[in-house]
């Protein structure tokens, strides 16, 4: 029969008689015309096109379907062969006098229908509309009323446009869902799909093959809870529609004269917004989903909070703790978390209330949109197994109840606050809840006195008290939102009580990533113990530094450390990713370093082939600015105390960071200088102010940052430096070639090869004589040594260095002077330098 249909087509072609016109502009098709390649129906505003074509590298499978008539990149919305491409053209579409549209192949027949029952007594119409709906209507209606036969916009390939709907129709059984294409070549249905879960509480939800992948989270009368993005917005207005006979949501175009769309995408398995830009005449993304990490379903298991802008992200809900502490600190969080106390179903039991949630998974709930907030709490106290309820729908003043019934899973932190959700917990965790929230009120009575009191005395200091009343409450406040994660009780509480925001790693864990301590695995040793290699489960590497009872970092540098270095975040700074304290054991581990540190390089004539000069100068430049970030720009002040080249780490793009943090310390805002008499650091690097009166300061690291700089240029070390007409150490005799203006001669046997760049290397010298001078004050601050390097600006002339002598210093001020320490520990952090 369509072989005849066919041979009809074919005969009838040269007479046009029922063909569509080529390049015709027409935006329907009657009973007895044909589409045929080449031809295209344009619906009547111009704004789409429907046709045949060949989808990317693809040029033997031919598809028809509808694309954006005025955008110049064909952007293919909605095909209707998916899964059967015409591959022996020519094909052509027809709708037979029932209103069912045919795609006919020559040598195939009918290719694809469109599903529609057939219609007796119609006289169909296919048309397509500026909506870019292909629809199937019966002549007589007009094209504004929707009851059509057939509409392509019930069958919605990966591309979702305004107007059409997500969902399901309750009573046909028609389900709206999206499916991503196999690849850009196959529009036939790939892994991604989006549709609306028909739970009690419906929500959207993107799947990869047939598991979950992500969740806009409830609709809550305003916006899915997990999406505050898709909030009401200028350009696209939402609905959500849910009743006996649909649920859907649906979206709107506030301003026709947009182009945008929302689509699958199989490759980068996101769900993407777009919107066209007509002035680069190119498309742009609005938003994606998953927007980050946070979206993958259910990343931190049950009870498991996700917060973005925590490291690790994942979290346990208060009163909760990870079920299996030891894949928690690996950041395998699939395990979720347990309560800490188990519920007793009793007396006392009630909820504690979380505010700015994704709220969890919809799948196991119950929703009466009756019943406002109280009854719902009372309906799910009674019911021992409703772990958590809330209000569901947050319109006006907010009603409407939703009861959880399982584990509370795919939960994060969003930047809305509107729909809080009641937490199902035992008496012990609500006395102390209620505990905390009388002091903090007994503390604000205090306040209030106090402030009260004193204004009375001194007018406006009252403002004062409540001013850093209030700032207390910020520091209090941050801390209790990272109260939230329970991190594993391995680090001490001592540390817990420094605010530790670092995740603990057992020492199993560590054992296992560095094949217990292998000698194979070891870096390096520092003054404080070896440092190790360890691979993590997650194939993460990481360098792992175990301090040895005997070194000089107890646990007060231990922590010094920990505390100090997990509050800063700079690129030019190692980063500090957990520790690990059991019983002796005290392990600190850092993010590895494929580089390991800059002394190998810089002192080794081989190696340091490898370390052009331009690559130094980058190296030069990291250093000053993790520095510049320590005493400045960081919220703390931080003097390193210990800067010098085994202290500076290589990245493998041989970036530098600033490590060991042991000996650090940190100052007030106005504070700028501080006095010790444990003289510790390291022989060579050494400010003379803080060898000989133990005074340190930001100068007394610029003065270790020029001795590094010196190093770094002429590959030779300050202490130990050797030349054979003098006793100057390397900072004296650059100083003595510069006042003798032969500075270049600092990098006589330096391994540069053809890597000169003198202007620049001068330069550098010329800086690093000015941070070693003898006085604090005529040293640069680490700004100005960072807008000197960069620049071509005058430099003042650089006076005596301190410490420029010779090589038995050391010696001479430890036997002179008070200061030094004579501890083993200290002598041995003081003396211990080059590896
Ligand atoms: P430290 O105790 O910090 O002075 O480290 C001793 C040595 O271990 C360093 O000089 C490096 O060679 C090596 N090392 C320390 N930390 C790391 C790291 N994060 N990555 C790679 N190697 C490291």
Known sequence: MMNILFLLLVIMEPLCLFVIKRGSAADTIRPSQFLREGDTLVSNGGKFEM??????????????????KPIPVRTVVWVANRD?????????????????????????????????????????????????????????????NSSYLWQSFDYIGDTFLPGMKLGADLKTGQVWRMSSWKSPDDPSPGDLSYGMEPTSYAEALMRKDSAKFFRSGPWNGVRFSGGPEL?????????????????????????????????????????DRYIWFEAEQTWKTYLSNP?????????????????????????????????????????????????SQALKCGEGEGFAKFNGLKLPDTAHTWLDNSMNLEECRAKCLANCSCVAYANSDIRGSGGGCVMWFGDLVDMRQTSIDDQPLYIRMPISELVA?????????????????????????????????????????????????????????????????????????????????????????????????????????????????????????????????????????HRNLVKLLGCCVEGDERILIYEYMHNKSLDFFIFDQTKGQLLEWSKRFHIILGIS?????????????IIHRDLKASNVLLDNEMNAKISDFGLARCFGNNQTVANTTRVI???????????????????????????????????????????????????????????????????????????????????????????????????????????MLSSESTLPRPKRPGFFVDRNLVEEVNSSNKFISNSTNEITITVLEAR
Not at 254 to 265: F, G
Not at 721 to 745: D, K, Q, V
Request: glycine content about 10%; some cysteine.
């Open 51 to 68: 046709g045949f074509f060949s989808p990317g590298k693809s040029s033997s499978n031919v598809y028809l379907g509808i694309w954006f």
């Open 84 to 144: 059967k491409p015409i591959q022996n053209p020519p094909g052509a579409l027809t709708i037979n006098g029932s209103g069912s549209l045919l795609l006919l192949c020559q040598n195939h027949g009918v290719v694809w229908s469109s599903s529609s029952p057939e219609q007796d007594g119609v006289n169909p119409v296919a048309q397509l509309l500026d909506t870019g709906n292909l629809v199937v209507r019966d002549e007589r209606n007009s094209e504004s």
């Open 433 to 569: 809840e209620e505990k905390h929230s009388q002091r903090k009120k007994v503390v604000l009575v205090c306040v209030v006195v106090v402030a009260a009191i004193t204004w009375a005395l001194i007018p406006y200091s009252g403002v004062v008290v409540i001013g850093f009343y209030l700032h207390l409450r910020k520091s209090n406040k941050n801390s209790e939102g990272n109260a939230r994660g329970n991190l594993g009780n391995d680090c001490t509480n001592e540390m817990q009580e420094r605010d530790m925001e670092l995740p603990s790693f057992d020492s199993e864990s560590i054992a296992y990533a560095t094949d217990n301590f292998s000698i194979h695995k070891k870096l390096g040793e520092g003054g404080f113990g070896p440092v190790y290699k360890g691979t993590l489960l997650d194939g993460r590497e990481i360098a792992v530094k175990r301090l040895s009872l005997c070194s000089g970092q107890g646990l007060n540098e231990l922590k010094n450390e920990v505390t100090l270095i997990a509050k800063l975040q």
């Open 681 to 787: 650091g390291t022989y060579g690097y050494m400010a003379p102010e803080y060898a000989v009166d133990g005074l340190f300061s930001i100068k007394s690291d610029v003065f270790s940052f020029g001795v590094l700089l010196l190093e770094i240029v002429s590959g030779k070390k300050n202490r130990g430096f050797y030349h054979p007409s003098h006793n100057l150490n390397l900072t004296g005799h650059a100083w003595r070639l510069w006042e003798e203006g032969r500075p270049m001669e600092l990098i006589i046997d330096t391994p540069y090869g053809d890597s000169y760049y003198v202007p620049q290397m001068l330069r550098c010298i010329h800086v690093g004589l000015l941070c070693v001078q003898q006085q604090p004050d005529d040293r640069p601050n680490m700004s100005s040594v960072i807008l």
């Open 231 to 271: 909030r009401p917005n200028p350009l696209i207005g939402f609905q959500f529609v849910a009743n006996s006979e649909e649920l859907y949501s649906t979206d709107q175009l506030k301003n026709e004269s947009v182009i945008t769309m929302y689509r699958l995408n199989d490759t980068t398995g996101t769900g």
């Open 291 to 339: 927007t980050d990490n946070c979206d993958t379903y259910g990343l931190c298991g049950a009870y498991g909070i996700c917060v973005i802008s925590e490291s690790p992200v994942c979290q346990c809900v208060k009163g909760f703790v990870p079920k299996s502490p030891r894949k928690w600190s690996t950041m395998d969080w699939s395990e979720g978390c347990a309560r």
């Open 625 to 637: 600015r993790g520095l510049l970030y320590l005493h400045q720009d960081s919220r703390l002040r």
